[in-house]
């Protein structure tokens, strides 16, 4: 009896196109100077400086891998990139275009809550009414005083401005800081941010002032900048 090879050999095809497209889609080798330790990179002929910046998870781009397996993620909006994020297992690195910074000033578009280079980075405010509250927040007047927080951690968020769709943040963007302790809200300006007092594992002494308008404080809690303190 004659044997029938074809479908077998269709099969072996299939299985060899599938292992192909994962090795181009998934890994997707990139030739680039450096890793995610070194001082500074080079891609596609561009000179990238070690530099940290914050960004949401939205915003990272991935283009591929390195030869040590890290992920590298470009972000922002250039058509040649200006930032670029490589993610290792154990490290991770910031990398800024030579002649590039983050922008430290301009047109608020988005907010990142407690953002950090190896954290989860999902959380931020980008609509128009998230980033009034922000706004408002930002202009409280008051009597500075000093509250104790229990976890600086837990118990309040911090954030950080970004300017101009550039998708990108700095420490130089902090925007203050939002906490609740013993019934009330409290915000802390950037002005206040070296005046913390550790005493403590995680807890803080911080100067700040209350916020007291329920309708601003209802608006805030409805965003991410309130999540997972327990009010």
């Not at 479908?7 to 599938?18: R, V």
């Not at 992920?71 to 290792?88: C, E, F, H, M, S």
């Amino acid at each position: 009896m004659e044997k029938k090879y074809g479908k077998p050999i269709a099969l072996c095809c299939l299985g060899l196109l599938i292992g192909l497209i994962v090795i181009v889609f998934f890994v997707r080798p990139i030739n680039l100077s450096g890793d995610e330790s070194s001082w500074d990179i080079e891609y596609k002929g561009v000179k990238y400086r070690g530099e940290a910046f914050y960004c949401a998870d939205d915003d990272r781009k991935f283009i591929g891998h390195i030869k040590n397996g890290a992920a590298v993620y470009t972000v922002g909006n250039a058509k040649d990139p200006r930032y670029i994020l490589i993610q290792g297992d154990d490290n991770s690195g910031c990398f800024i275009a030579d002649g590039t910074n983050v922008p430290t000033s301009g047109k608020v578009t988005k907010v990142l809550i407690d953002p950090g280079i190896r954290e989860d980075n999902s959380r931020y405010l980008s609509t128009d009414e998230e980033l009034d509250v922000i706004s408002e927040i930002g202009g409280i007047k008051g009597k500075i005083e000093k509250f104790e927080i229990e976890n600086y951690y837990t118990d309040g968020n911090s954030f950080y401005y970004v300017y101009d769709d550039s998708n990108v943040s700095s420490c130089d963007n902090y925007g203050g800081y939002v906490a609740y302790t013993n019934g009330k809200w409290i915000y802390s300006a950037p002005s206040e941010r070296d005046k913390i007092e550790w005493v403590g594992n995680n807890r803080a002494v911080i100067s700040g002032v209350v916020i007291d308008d329920e309708k601003l404080i209802s608006r805030m809690c409805e965003t991410a900048l309130t999540k997972y303190i327990e009010y």
